[in-house]
């Protein structure tokens, strides 16, 4: 018998991408949408441009 919990999948509604344990996909969220109110300010240019 297959337990049930393995067919479990935790999707991302922003991305869509899927994760087996809820706690990847809140770690997911967090660190790659950052769902938080925190980073509503978009840096145009925030990704390595020194020069
Ligand atoms: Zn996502």
Redesign the pocket.
Same mark, same amino acid.
């Given at each position: 018998m297959k337990s049930a919990h393995l067919n479990v999948r935790f999707i991302?509604? #922003?991305?869509?991408?899927w994760f087996t344990y809820s706690d990847n #996909?809140k770690r @997911?969220?967090r660190t790659? @949408?950052a769902t938080t109110n925190m980073d509503t300010t978009i840096r145009p240019s925030d990704s390595g441009n020194g020069s």
């Open positions: 991302c509604d #922003l991305c869509g991408k #996909l @997911h969220q790659v @949408h």
